[in-house]
């Protein structure tokens, strides 16, 4: 923001490139650490562009709530491509850089598939309100043209707000040694390496956290409390039962996703070390992609029987 004023002096020249130093101390470790990530970016990115497969050719699963679950598929596998490939090869190579191009590139797109998720899971939860607590209406209220619309709206938002954040933070002039104490270009360990006084920005760039982040989370909160309470009033425990399970693979989504993100962007900054903001990336960055082809097809009847379907289908056509 204007009005930061330089707090080093004037003999330190500005920063051109990055230097990650996340896993320097386990150098011992980094090829095994590698094959470990390079499998559980195999198996998200192949788990994911299976459940899209499965949706575009299965005719049952042409649904809004599936149309939700494809985009969240196709973020899911943008959003670990952005920082787990570049992972992989800093833990192969002994110079461990990024120029601040690079650094910008990959903190935009990160940011926007990020804020873009938050958004798209509060579409998916307002699917499930309209078909829980109004089913015959379910067909009207959630058209394809609404959840086009929906879909669209998450991803400008994500692009507009993050666009704007990112465009902010590389404005700043970046000096001193540039070593980041991170494994990518993440918004707060990239900040701290500012030159500038940047303790009003932060509260800004709070503020924002707090409202982009907050608010989806808000209506997917009122959102469930409807959905509650419609299946609590539904007589038949079948039924009930029927109607929570519908939710309770998005639940779980929800409940990964937001946990990780407001441990990490809505908590003081002197709450932050780079030991639990590692910790914490690596549960958003890596683990949490890799769980959602898992919760989606072990919780979920219908893709586990389109599966079956496509699988025999390809068995029998071996066989023929």
């Given at each position: 923001?204007?009005?930061?004023?330089?707090?080093?002096?004037?003999?330190?020249?500005?920063?051109?490139?990055?230097?990650?130093?996340?896993?320097?101390?386990?150098?011992?470790?980094?090829?095994?650490?590698?094959?470990?990530?390079l499998?559980?970016?195999?198996f998200?990115?192949?788990g994911?562009?299976?459940?899209?497969?499965?949706?575009?050719?299965?005719?049952?699963?042409?649904?809004?709530?599936?149309?939700?679950?494809?985009?969240?598929s196709?973020?899911?596998?943008?959003?670990?491509?952005?920082?787990?490939p570049?992972?992989?090869?800093h833990?192969?190579?002994?110079i461990?850089t990024?120029?601040?191009?690079?650094?910008?590139a990959?903190?935009?797109?990160?940011?926007?598939?990020?804020?873009?998720?938050?958004?798209?899971l509060?579409?998916?939860a307002?699917?499930?309100?309209?078909?829980?607590?109004?089913?015959l209406?379910?067909?009207l209220?959630?058209g394809?043209q609404?959840?086009?619309?929906?879909?669209?709206?998450?991803?400008?938002?994500?692009?507009?707000v993050?666009?704007?954040?990112?465009?902010?933070?590389?404005?700043?002039p970046?000096?001193g040694?540039?070593?980041?104490?991170?494994f990518?270009?993440?918004?707060?360990?990239?900040?701290?390496?500012?030159?500038?006084?940047?303790?009003r920005?932060?509260?800004v760039?709070f503020a924002v956290?707090?409202?982009?982040?907050?608010?989806?989370?808000?209506?997917?909160?009122?959102?469930?409390?409807?959905?509650?309470?419609?299946?609590?009033?539904?007589?038949?425990?079948?039924?009930?039962?029927k109607?929570f399970s519908?939710?309770?693979?998005?639940?779980?989504v929800?409940?990964?996703?937001?946990?990780?993100a407001l441990?990490t962007?809505?908590?003081?900054?002197?709450?932050?070390?780079p030991?639990?903001?590692?910790?914490?990336?690596?549960?958003?960055?890596v683990v949490?992609?890799?769980?959602?082809p898992v919760?989606?097809?072990?919780?979920?009847?219908?893709v586990?029987?389109?599966?079956?379907?496509?699988?025999?289908?390809n068995a029998?056509?071996?066989?023929?």
């Open positions: 923001m204007s009005g930061s004023e330089p707090i080093v002096s004037g003999n330190q020249s500005l920063c051109t490139k990055f230097t990650f130093i996340a896993f320097s101390s386990l150098a011992e470790l980094q090829l095994v650490l590698f094959i470990v990530f499998i559980i970016y195999l998200t990115v192949g994911n562009l299976i459940i899209i497969c499965l949706i575009w050719v299965t005719p049952s699963l042409h649904s809004p709530m599936y149309f939700f679950l494809a985009n969240l196709f973020l899911e596998t943008c959003y670990i491509s952005s920082v787990v570049q992972m992989m090869v833990l192969l190579v002994e461990k990024i120029s601040v191009g690079g650094c910008a990959q903190m935009y797109i990160f940011t926007i598939l990020g804020l873009t998720e938050c958004c798209l509060a579409a998916m307002y699917d499930r309100f309209v078909a829980i607590c109004y089913p209406h379910y067909t209220l959630m394809p609404v959840c086009l619309k929906l879909a669209a709206a998450s991803w400008i938002t994500g692009v507009v993050e666009s704007a954040q990112t465009t902010w933070i590389f404005t700043l970046f000096c040694t540039g070593k980041i104490q991170h990518f270009c993440d918004i707060i360990p990239v900040v701290k390496l500012a030159c500038v006084d940047t303790s920005n932060e509260v760039m956290s707090m409202l982009f982040i907050m608010s989806p989370c808000l209506l997917i909160l009122c959102s469930y409390m409807r959905i509650l309470g419609t299946i609590l009033r539904i007589p038949s425990a079948a039924d009930k039962q109607a519908t939710c309770s693979s998005h639940i779980l929800v409940s990964l996703f937001y946990g990780t441990f962007y809505l908590q003081p900054k002197t709450a932050h070390t030991e639990t903001d590692k910790a914490t990336a690596l549960m958003y960055t949490t992609p890799a769980l959602n919760i989606y097809t072990l919780r979920n009847k219908e586990k029987e389109a599966l079956q379907r496509v699988t025999q289908k029998l056509r071996q066989i023929a």
